[in-house]
């Protein structure tokens, strides 16, 4: 057993930090919340020079070739230093069509930062691929619609999951009006949702084989999962940094409010449900990303890391009172985060519901 | 990052559980149900001797004293394997006095006291408690005074488990009535045949036994005090940590709700099969998610240990999370099973082996014993977190 990770990762993990802490900084937060992109072009361009858009892509395509823990590892930090979701969708964006199809020529764009790719699964009333409504015709385009589909406006390319004669399909669609018609939808958690309209929007080239997308897509998922954890797991570690903190620092009744056992224990709660978090996110990494699960260890970690981080986020807030009630704090962007991530990645019930079959219907 | 065992762990953790498979069976499980009194019925003690022919109770002990010096991952494996099977835990004589005789003992106290321990002759209980010394251990009260080339105890010992069935006691007694409290305590041995000491039961609500020590004008050999004279607190808290791992495992309660898990899976009520009830699957689901996050941070405290580290803040974490975890299993145990959640272990009909409703009674045990969740609490925010004490 290692709990650590190696020099490399560590040092990717060291640069994104050091870029998080110099460029994320709260006016800069608050002034890209109100960009169309959810991050301005200049700093895109600079997270691309610095290779991180292709940690998931083949080195054909100028990526470098990560595994899912490379990935991982990138994203946590990320999501440590409020990193634009711009970034980290953009990442996972990637990551998923380089493994479902390596060789698209899609990639070296989106590597290099020129174009960017949405992931449109999910629909207003169907998050499981065989619920899907929208489909791909025999002509070869592309009809129905995608809900809360992250960065949808700001892409080029939608990466659509739709259905089609045999099951299930995955293609590439311009984001062309008239055929394509993007709306912004205001939600929270900074990953620049939209719903889309797709009417006969043509296909711009095939990913996987036609009708035999169900699996593939499955594995892409719980790899994108995976990436939640990290992201989770990462936030909530600076929830956890900004509490301890503020308590040290902050004085009432005369006092730091750390001396009240009522604030320590607290912490400490804070504390054991961060590091359970982080090792079980770990466990199902490492695992899935190694192909060596026992059991239900994504699961476990979904049902747990999820909660966990806004569990953390609410005490956080609540130690912080009114100074982390402010817009221009950063509490308030992890604890979006946080909902956010869980609601898309890791909700609960299904989670529970996998292990409770585990146990008791094997 | 790597959370799978190592090929030397896995090795171990395999000769481990094909020990438990030749040396535990129904008989012994039953034995130590039945007992009710800490696992030392005549099965108990033919699984400890055979654990001692293997060298096991020497699994944390240095080579130099005959010791497998293992890990202490081996360690939280080996413990895990035990607990999880529902077999007698080593005694606190080989993982708690043993080892502190090792480090802090003289050469002739280790000559001494090690090749009895070594060939299981004697066997210690603890007396650490006093009625007004619990949580704050700091201000017990038992004496000793020296008198010529013996020290005089008197006093009495609370909580002291196995003092009608160990040889010897082991017990922190004041030996610098002038110093700061922290700094007037020794650690002493006290032959339990020696003139003066008398034990009284106390039963406590789960079935089990354990003793109030009487020590009344008792002598013994100046030698008896180990180590140095009014360091004993800080002996008591080095124990402790050989202890950590045993502390925060949740082999136990793993157990016992594996065993609920097999009722469920088959048991029926109106008609209809328990596992198709989705309070009750939610509610396994979620015991399910927690002992796995208890498991990682146990693990958590015995990697900590392996990179030399003192894992006071990371061993609470897992005490903390696995008591007030057990409390949840027994009483989801008991209300799942219904009407026979309440039943006790010998009868026929009680289901789980009747330990949801054992479990209810001792989980309370677990949260104010072996340092109180407070005291927990405030380790992990003074060494874990670095809060501020004043």
């Known amino acids: 057993m290692n709990f650590t990770p190696t020099a490399e990762q560590q040092e990717l993990m060291n640069a994104v930090r050091e870029f998080a802490t110099r460029e994320c900084t709260p006016e800069r937060l608050l002034a890209w919340e109100n960009d169309a992109g959810g991050i301005d072009d200049a700093t895109l361009r600079a997270v691309a020079e610095l290779g991180w858009l292709g940690v998931g892509a083949p080195e054909a395509a100028g990526g470098t070739d990560g595994t899912l823990v490379d990935l991982a590892c990138l994203v946590e930090e990320c999501a440590r230093g409020l990193v634009p979701r711009s970034v980290t969708g953009a990442i996972r964006a990637v990551a998923a069509l380089a493994e479902l199809d390596p060789a698209q020529p899609l990639l070296a764009d989106l590597v290099a930062g020129r174009k960017h790719l949405a992931l449109a699964l999910d629909e207003e009333t169907a998050r499981s691929a065989a619920s899907y409504r929208t489909t791909i015709g025999r002509d070869a385009t592309v009809t129905g619609g995608k809900a809360y589909v992250p960065d949808a406006l700001a892409a080029d390319v939608h990466l659509v999951a739709a259905r089609e004669d045999g099951g299930l399909g995955l293609v590439l669609v311009e984001n062309r009006a008239p055929a394509v018609r993007t709306t912004a939808v205001k939600t929270f958690g900074g990953d620049r949702q939209a719903h889309v309209a797709y009417e006969r929007a043509p296909v711009a080239a095939r990913v996987g084989a036609p009708g035999g997308a169900e699996t593939p897509l499955a594995r892409v998922w719980r790899r994108q999962t995976v990436l939640a954890l990290a992201e989770m797991v990462g936030g909530m570690d600076a929830v956890l940094a900004m509490a301890v903190a503020y308590v040290k620092e902050r004085e009432q009744f005369g006092q730091k409010i750390a001396l009240f056992q009522a604030v320590r224990h607290q912490i400490a709660d804070m504390g054991t449900t961060c590091t359970a978090a982080r090792h079980l996110a770990w466990q199902a990494i490492t695992r899935v990303a190694s192909g060596t699960e026992e059991g239900f260890e994504l699961a476990s970690a979904a049902a747990y890391v999820g909660q966990a981080f806004k569990r953390v986020c609410w005490a956080s807030h609540h130690l912080h009172g009114g100074a982390g009630f402010v817009v221009e704090h950063r509490m308030r962007f992890h604890s979006e985060r946080a909902q956010s991530l869980c609601i898309r990645y890791t909700p609960e019930a299904p989670a529970l519901a996998e292990i409770a079959a585990a146990l008791l219907d094997s | 990052m790597d959370y799978d065992l190592s090929p030397r762990e896995s090795a171990w953790r395999d000769e481990v559980r094909a020990f438990i498979r030749d040396h535990v069976d129904e008989s012994l499980s ?361």
């Not at chain 2, 005089?152 to 409290?181: F, L, Q, S, Y």
């Not at chain 2, 089990?208 to 008591?236: C, H, K, Q, W």
């Open chain 2, 30 to 390: 039953r034995e130590t149900r039945e007992v009710g009194n800490e696992g030392r019925g005549p099965r108990a003690r033919k699984f400890l001797d055979a654990l001692r022919d293997r060298g096991w109770w020497g699994l944390s002990w240095p080579e130099a004293y005959g010791g497998l010096a293992k890990t202490a991952v081996e360690q939280w494996i080996f413990i895990d394997e035990i607990e999880t099977a529902g077999a007698p835990m080593l005694p606190l004589t080989a993982t708690s006095v043993a080892p502190t005789i090792m480090r802090i003992g003289t050469e002739e106290q280790k000559r001494e006291w090690l090749p009895h321990i070594n060939n299981a002759e004697i066997d210690f209980a603890l007396g650490y408690s006093e009625s007004e010394a619990g949580t704050d251990l700091a201000s017990l009260r038992t004496r000793a005074d020296l008198d010529g080339d013996e020290w005089v105890v008197n006093g009495c010992k609370m909580w002291n488990t196995m003092a009608h069935m160990a040889t010897h006691n082991w017990i922190a007694v004041r030996t610098e009535p002038d110093a700061p409290k922290h700094k007037g305590i020794s650690m002493m041995i006290v032959p339990m045949d020696a003139p003066g000491v008398s034990v009284q039961a106390i039963w406590v609500w789960p079935g089990l036994r354990t003793n109030a020590l009487f020590l009344d004008n008792v002598r013994v050999p100046r030698s008896y005090l180990i180590g140095e004279r009014g360091m004993g607190f800080y002996y008591a808290a080095m124990a402790l940590n050989f202890e950590r791992l045993s502390i925060g495992s949740v082999g136990m309660a793993r157990r016992h709700f594996r065993a609920l898990v097999n009722e469920v899976r088959t048991r029926e009520i109106d008609g209809r099969r328990l596992r198709e009830d989705p309070w009750v699957r939610e509610r396994l689901a979620r015991l399910q998610v927690e002992i796995d996050a208890a498991r990682m941070l146990g693990l958590e405290t015995a990697v900590a240990l392996d990179r030399g580290g003192v894992p006071a803040s990371e061993s609470s974490m897992a005490k903390i999370y696995v008591s007030e975890l057990t409390q949840k299993i027994a009483d989801a145990g008991c209300e799942i099973l219904g009407l026979n959640g309440q039943t006790h272990a010998q009868e026929p009909s009680a289901l789980a082996e009747g330990r949801m409703q054992w479990l209810y009674r001792i989980a309370p045990m677990l949260a104010f014993g072996g340092g109180t969740n407070e005291v927990q609490r405030d380790i992990i925010g003074f060494m874990g977190y670095g809060l501020p004490r004043k």
